[in-house]
């Protein structure tokens, strides 16, 4: 006879309990049942268990009870309701928790990675349950433990093995790619390579011919056949970034991907199948570029199945100081500096900036305190967040520019944000971006990214 791992159920709702009981018994776990904190504790002092599942909410004492008077990991289940509660209950003790309604897989796998983390008792025969690399991280690459972040992840995992399309919505800087890299990694699509294209830093002459390829001679420097990127993400992602940046002509030939699941190269007349994934994301609202006549209102409903929405930074609470230090340690090691810390100073500094470039100023701010340091340690001076303003530079209206061009007049007196604002502001009628990114220097990703930045949002083109 082979051992079996055993497993406490607290809940209170028969059905639940019994749904629950019958789930773990058909994948070889023995089971004990207990409607209340005060019978699981009964039983608990009766025998061993491997693991204790309990509901967040029961009659009497909440389960939280049951973290503090035993040694047994404790999984909690709790609704959306519920979820900060949930979180409250790790910080007790509480080993992880799970959602309300919960597909049958995701609780298999949460108890079969807490036994094998935390489990007391070694059995002769292993669990049979339909764990799929329980020993990964949920969500790939991303970092997170507020509400918010927890149930994005609970999103992720549940849309990933799906073909739907995704957009993803949030701020600049949020980590609008690393969701779709997650997304990615836990699909049956994980093999091929996912391609990542940021809309605004393409042109818009050229995105066309960037995106579905074209034919030789189809328009002038065209001497040869090039493969677009959908035609390149067959069979995998698609990535588009700022998709709020695409030109209307381009908006109709993707439309088209998603409605045939075919392409037509620019100048060509035979169309290819293809087998595309789409994620989207912005940081713009759609629904009102639908309104401007600026988005196409069947490609905007055609990719949004299922919206994922980013928390900024500012929203995330001591998300940001896990975040901060797992920056600093692989920045330390990418820049291949001695480990650093931060001073409590710098730490409390972090806490309380607002983050106006989310996740992206963190690292720039870090990466050049990294630079900088003369110790094993970084002060909030060497970070330059400027805690007065709590915001980023503020974005030049037509009455800051007027009054910046009054107060300001030589460029020797403008900062340089100020001066960027100041020419493009100036400049964009008369220039294109291509023009205005070659004047300042910079790249057109860089150029688009500050307008991001400072509130600029580039001028479309009058039909």
Request: charged content about 30%.
């Amino acid at each position: 006879m082979t051992a079996k791992h055993k497993v406490l159920v607290v809940e209170d709702e028969q059905v639940i309990r019994t749904a629950l009981r019958r789930l773990l018994e058909r994948h070889d776990y023995q089971v004990s049942e207990a409607g209340s904190v005060k019978d699981g504790l009964d039983l608990l002092a009766e025998q061993t268990f491997d693991i204790v599942v309990s509901d967040l909410r029961l009659p009497g004492a909440p389960g939280t009870d049951l973290i503090k008077a035993t040694s047994t990991p404790v999984l909690i289940m709790t609704s959306y309701s519920s979820l900060r509660s949930a979180i409250d209950s790790m910080k007790l003790g509480a080993v992880d928790y799970i959602p309300k309604p919960f597909e049958h897989e995701e609780m298999l796998q949460a108890v079969a990675r807490i036994i094998k983390d935390h489990g007391t008792r070694a059995p002769e025969t292993p669990v049979r349950a339909p764990v799929q690399e329980i020993s990964e991280p949920p969500v790939p690459g991303m970092i997170g433990s507020c509400p918010q972040m927890m149930e994005l992840f609970r999103r992720i995992r549940k849309v990933a093995m799906t073909s739907s399309t995704v957009l993803i919505n949030g701020e600049s800087g949020t980590g609008k790619e690393l969701v779709a890299q997650a997304i990615h990694k836990l699909s049956d699509r994980k093999d091929s390579e996912m391609i990542s294209v940021n809309c605004a830093a393409i042109p818009e002459n050229l995105i066309e011919s960037e995106l579905f390829g074209h034919e030789k001679g189809a328009f002038t420097g065209a001497t040869a056949n090039r493969t677009g990127l959908v035609e390149a993400a067959n069979g995998s992602t698609l990535f588009l970034d700022e998709i709020g940046e695409l030109p209307l002509d381009a908006q109709a030939r993707l439309l088209r991907v998603l409605q045939e699941s075919e392409i037509r190269k620019v100048g060509s007349v035979q169309s290819r199948k293809v087998d595309v994934r789409l994620v989207a994301a912005t940081h713009r609202d759609l629904k009102q570029l639908v309104i401007d006549g600026d988005f196409r209102e069947d490609l905007y409903y055609r990719i949004n199945v299922m919206t994922l929405i980013l928390p900024p930074l500012r929203e995330r609470g001591n998300d940001i100081l896990e975040l901060a230090d797992a920056i600093l340690g692989r920045t330390c090691r990418r820049l291949k500096s001695p480990l650093l810390a931060f001073t409590r100073d710098a730490t409390q500094a972090i806490a309380d900036y607002s983050w106006p470039g989310n996740v992206r100023e963190l690292e720039n701010a870090i990466e050049r305190a990294v630079v900088l340091a003369e110790t094993d340690e970084i002060g909030a001076e060497l970070l330059a967040i400027d805690l007065n303003s709590k915001k980023a530079i503020r974005p030049m209206t037509e009455r800051t520019q007027h009054t910046a061009s009054e107060e300001d007049d030589s460029a020797e007196e403008l900062s340089l944000e100020d001066y960027f604002q100041k020419f493009v502001l100036e400049h964009q009628d008369q220039m294109n971006e291509t023009q205005l990114a070659k004047k300042l220097g910079i790249s057109r990703k860089c150029l688009w990214e500050r307008r991001q930045r400072f509130g600029l949002p580039r001028k479309k083109k009058q039909a």
